[in-house]
């Protein structure tokens, strides 16, 4: 068996992926559709940390009707839509604290991350991005984590993981039960403020369940109007 992590890079899973799950996984369709869901997660939740007299600096998430994630030359072109805002450089004035640099920082490496594969026949350049990202990803933890965490192995480890994971994060069954939730939350405003942008929803929504807008890209679906 082979193991994955989990849809959103650094929230891992430890249950072990099938052969048939690694290789839907790995296919274009699902990095691509992986790859703008999460990249669009990420950069909401840097522009959060952003300092007010940054107010002047805005990303447009409202994704254009006709794209679909699912086909890699959408989801390719969706990338660079979104990673074609970002800055090329970190004012000096106002003076960044620590997390707001490192915001800064993730805005300016995803941008280069998808610029560095112009050319690149789309399956190939989203296999490209995708590795990139995990890889300085897994750079980080390495620094911040024990090694012997990734050393540690054996059936006693992995329920000890995956108890922990479940306090922490609850249950495969609860999650799925607050998606369900959010995803309510994120209908009504639609229906009650048509004239809304979707992504005008989504903070409304976010303000109204009371978590991070972040959690509402990740884990709702933009209803049809």
């Known amino acids: ?20 799950e690694v290789a839907g996984w790995h296919s274009p369709e699902q990095t691509g559709e992986r790859l703008v869901e999460t990249v669009t997660a990420w950069l909401a939740h840097a522009l ?23 086909a890699p030359e959408h989801a390719l072109h969706e990338l660079q839509r979104l990673t074609a805002q970002l800055p090329r450089a970190i004012p000096e004035e106002p003076p960044l604290e620590r997390e ?16 560095a594969v112009q050319g690149l026949a789309p399956p190939r350049a989203l296999v490209l991005i995708d590795n990139s990202l995990i ?19 054996g059936h006693k480890s992995y329920l000890a993981a995956k108890e922990s994971h479940e306090m922490i994060h609850g249950t495969q069954e609860e999650k799925e039960k607050r998606w369900s ?33 972040r959690t509402i890209y990740r884990n709702t679906t933009a209803p049809k109007k």
């Open 1 to 20: 068996m082979k193991e994955q992590s989990g849809l959103f890079w650094g929230e891992g899973t430890n249950t072990p992926m099938t052969e048939q």
């Open 48 to 70: 959060e940390q952003l300092p007010a007299e940054w107010q002047w600096f805005r990303i447009d998430f409202e994704r254009p009707g006709w794209i679909d994630p699912r």
């Open 100 to 115: 707001q640099r490192r915001a800064v920082e993730v805005l300016m490496a995803t941008r280069d991350t998808v610029e």
């Open 135 to 153: 890889l300085g990803i897994a750079a980080a933890r390495a620094h911040v984590e024990p090694w012997e965490v990734y050393a540690a192995s």
């Open 181 to 213: 939730e959010l995803q309510s939350i994120l209908n009504a405003v639609v229906a009650e403020h048509p004239a809304w942008s979707i992504t005008q929803c989504r903070k409304d929504a976010a303000e109204k369940a009371g978590c991070s807008l």
